[in-house]
């Protein structure tokens, strides 16, 4: 299993999850406030690549 997803995901996807996991870590609040941050965010970055 472990060989299958090393296989289909790319080589960036450590960086992606250690950044947001410095992002999470930056905000204050409980783990719903950071999900809708986080969503907030997502959302902003998919604005600005259209």
Known sequence: MKELLNDLLPAEI????????????QLKGDFEFKVKKLNEHTKNILRHER
Request: zero cysteines.
């Open 14 to 25: 450590d960086e992606t999850l250690s950044l947001m996991s410095e992002y999470r870590e």
